[in-house]
């Protein structure tokens, strides 16, 4: 099957001619379609796979379907993607879809090129990770591609949404630390381009809940927000502004691990040690969180979780359902060696002969 300019791709007739059956009944079998004999599925698979044949993508979009999921992320730096591009990758494994993953960026102009590439190469599907569109931008990508929005809180009778319980887990990382004896506690937010509801974004629902847990705890005077960016560099920034305070804050609440990692560079290099001097507290449980030399108490939203769920809502869309599903995460607290009570509490202890040495995990 060679020519002088290469090899030739091979075809759906090379197939039936290997297989000595129809055209026809090879692309009932690529589309799985009803009526193939077992017999008939297994001489032509056979065929596929001795000759290595692959279903040409433009081919396959003429008559319906690309088998390719869209996958937008905001950037490819977060640990917590890479969760959810597994779990994604995990439900399409044995079905015959691919992902393709694509870069949002950080403006809505990029984002929507992004998205427009993804409807322009025919995927059947896409989902969205923290998008900064508008919800009437969308609705209007989901009328022409079905469509699962990761990490927003609103409703769509359009699209489907899985989202983590983020109030809950903002409840549960600031009364950690008001339960270990913190009452300086400070918190690192993002900051980004979206025109969404505030109510419907994650970020604002963790700052929001921060606030409220401590105001109920009688710490509206200790309430102290940096708003930078869900980065390594921003949560840096964003330490080394809140730990000008006075009284130096003890506990550091960032709105993401990644976050977490820049805080905790700036409380060592402002000569201060964790969790002995300032404890910290993350968001996304991701992988390096558990690292030893790490060892990051987080909030667990269950990454992987989040990318199953988005696959097989998808796949069910592109089945034809039209009614809107919300998935919500129930959100836990894994603790590890980055809080411990403040340096106050834990003399106190020490005095008491109670042993501080080592911090709970």
Same mark, same amino acid.
């Given at each position: 099957?060679?020519?002088?300019?290469?090899?030739?791709?091979?075809?759906?007739?090379?197939?039936?001619?290997?297989?000595?059956?129809?055209?026809?009944a090879v692309s009932k079998v690529i589309r799985n379609a009803y009526?193939?004999?077992?017999?008939?599925?297994?001489?032509?698979?056979?065929?596929?796979?001795?000759?290595?044949?692959?279903?040409?993508?433009?081919?396959?979009?003429?008559?319906?379907?690309?088998?390719?999921?869209?996958?937008?992320?905001?950037?490819?730096?977060?640990?917590f993607f890479a969760d959810i591009l597994d779990g994604l990758m995990?439900?399409?494994?044995?079905?015959?879809?691919?992902?393709?993953?694509?870069?949002?960026?950080?403006?809505? *102009?990029?984002?929507?090129? #992004? %998205?427009?590439? +993804? /409807? @322009?190469?025919?995927?059947?599907? !896409? &989902?969205?990770?923290?998008?900064?569109?508008?919800?009437?931008?969308?609705?209007?990508?989901?009328?022409?591609?079905?469509?699962?929005?990761?990490?927003?809180?609103?409703?769509?009778?359009?699209?489907?949404?899985?989202?983590?319980?983020?109030? *809950?887990?903002?409840?549960? #990382? %600031?009364?950690? +630390? /008001? @339960?270990?004896?913190?009452?300086? !506690? &400070?918190?690192?937010?993002?900051?980004?381009?979206?025109?969404?509801?505030?109510?419907?974004?994650?970020?604002?629902?963790?700052?929001?809940?921060?606030?409220?847990?401590?105001?109920?705890?009688?710490?509206?005077?200790?309430?102290?927000?940096? *708003?930078?960016?869900?980065?390594?560099?921003?949560?840096?920034?964003?330490?080394?502004?809140?730990?000008?305070?006075?009284?130096?804050?003890?506990?550091?609440?960032?709105?993401?691990?990644?976050?977490?990692?820049?805080?905790?560079?700036?409380?060592?290099?402002?000569?201060?040690?964790?969790?002995?001097?300032?404890?910290?507290?993350?968001?996304?449980? *991701?992988?390096?969180?558990a690292l030893p030399n790490i060892s990051l108490t987080s909030i667990?939203?269950?990454?992987?979780?989040?990318?199953?769920?988005?696959?097989?809502?998808?796949?069910?869309?592109?089945?034809?359902?039209?009614?809107?599903?919300?998935?919500?995460?129930?959100?836990?607290?894994?603790?590890?060696?980055?809080?411990?009570?403040?340096?106050?509490?834990?003399?106190?202890?020490?005095?008491?002969?109670?042993?501080?040495?080592?911090?709970?995990?």
């Open positions: 099957m060679a020519t002088g300019d290469g090899p030739r791709r091979v075809t759906i007739a090379d197939v039936a001619s290997h297989a000595k059956v129809s055209t026809t009526g193939v004999s077992p017999a008939m599925r297994e001489r032509v698979s056979a065929a596929i796979a001795e000759l290595g044949y692959r279903p040409h993508a433009a081919a396959r979009a003429m008559r319906g379907r690309t088998y390719t999921i869209g996958l937008m992320l905001p950037h490819i730096r977060n640990p995990e439900q399409l494994a044995d079905t015959d879809y691919q992902a393709i993953l694509i870069q949002g960026g950080a403006t809505r *102009t990029t984002e929507r090129r #992004a %998205v427009d590439a +993804l /409807i @322009d190469r025919q995927v059947d599907g !896409i &989902v969205m990770v923290g998008p900064l569109a508008p919800k009437t931008r969308l609705e209007e990508v989901a009328r022409q591609t079905p469509t699962v929005v990761l990490g927003r809180h609103e409703r769509s009778t359009v699209y489907d949404a899985v989202f983590d319980d983020d109030e *809950t887990g903002a409840e549960l #990382a %600031v009364r950690h +630390l /008001i @339960d270990l004896g913190h009452r300086h !506690i &400070v918190h690192i937010t993002h900051q980004d381009d979206s025109v969404a509801r505030p109510a419907d974004l994650l970020h604002k629902i963790r700052s929001e809940a921060y606030e409220r847990v401590m105001r109920e705890h009688g710490l509206a005077d200790e309430i102290a927000v940096a *708003t930078t960016y869900y980065t390594e560099e921003g949560g840096y920034q964003g330490a080394l502004e809140l730990l000008e305070r006075s009284p130096c804050p003890t506990a550091i609440f960032a709105g993401a691990d990644q976050a977490a990692f820049g805080a905790l560079a700036a409380v060592h290099e402002s000569g201060l040690s964790v969790p002995g001097d300032v404890s910290v507290v993350g968001y996304d449980n *991701t992988r390096l969180a667990d939203q269950d990454g992987a979780l989040m990318g199953r769920t988005s696959g097989r809502l998808l796949l069910e869309r592109i089945e034809g359902r039209t009614s809107a599903v919300r998935f919500s995460v129930t959100p836990g607290l894994v603790q590890r060696r980055s809080t411990a009570p403040p340096p106050h509490s834990a003399r106190a202890h020490a005095s008491s002969g109670m042993d501080t040495a080592n911090p709970p995990h």
